[in-house]
């Protein structure tokens, strides 16, 4: 079945470390890919997007992913996080024309 | 920046009454589309609308329609609420199709 995963429910950093968030899909063609964040009580906000050309992408907030199409994986990336970086993050497929999100990565941050 | 405004930040009602959730976007955008968020199931696609009196059936349309009279509203509308439809509901709005959408902050609708 067509799908988009994010297996790791909860992540837990410290401040300063590097962060690494995975993502991986499952549809015969390769999607278009996003990434987004939500903090809490607030909407989603778009990091980055992939949709051709150089697999790694830069995003805002210091934020960047990589595709990998060997792997089907859309995986985000941060060098250091920050405190406020705490949120949900999802990462979301366009196959067609519906958006598809994962179910989400929780990430917490600790002094 | 794109601004989504969606009318309720909480909303409590009780199972049989009819709800409306509002939103609005003011960029002027063609495109709109409801949401709903659960713990451990992501954002899924309820209704979304391309124009002005248009709309299509997300992946979730049961219990639910939609309102699109004016391009930059886009109302959701529970006919008979019920308690599982108690949730936090997403709007948002694209220039560009389902690519590069806009969120509002949500609403978190509890049905008792």
């Known amino acids: 079945a067509q799908s988009v995963t994010q297996p790791d429910i909860h992540i837990t950093v410290s401040e300063g470390a590097s962060l690494e968030l995975r993502c991986n899909y499952s549809y015969g063609a390769t999607p278009y890919l996003f990434w987004y964040v939500q903090s809490p009580g607030q909407g989603l906000q778009l990091l980055l997007k992939y949709f051709s050309g150089d697999t790694l992408v830069q995003g805002i907030k210091g934020f960047e992913a990589e595709f990998k199409r060997s792997q089907s994986s859309f995986n985000l990336r941060k060098p250091s996080v920050h405190w406020s970086d705490a949120a949900e993050y999802f990462c979301a497929v366009l196959p067609n024309e519906k958006l598809t999100f994962g179910t989400g990565t929780r990430l917490t941050i600790i002094p | 920046d794109v601004k989504v405004t969606q009318s309720s930040r909480y909303l409590v009602k009780r199972t049989g009454e009819k709800v409306f959730l509002e939103c609005v976007q003011d960029m002027d955008h063609e495109n709109m589309f409801w949401y709903r968020q659960d713990p451990g199931l992501g954002l899924r696609l309820i209704y979304f609308s391309y124009d002005v009196k248009m709309k299509e059936k997300g992946d979730i349309p049961e219990g639910y329609s939609v309102s699109r009279e004016k391009k930059e509203r886009f109302s959701l509308i529970l006919e008979s609420a019920s308690t599982n439809q108690t949730s936090m509901y997403l709007c948002?709005?694209?220039?560009?199709?389902?690519?590069?959408?806009?969120f509002g902050d949500g609403t978190r609708l509890s049905i008792l």
């Open positions: 948002a709005s694209s220039l560009e199709g389902p690519r590069a959408q806009h």
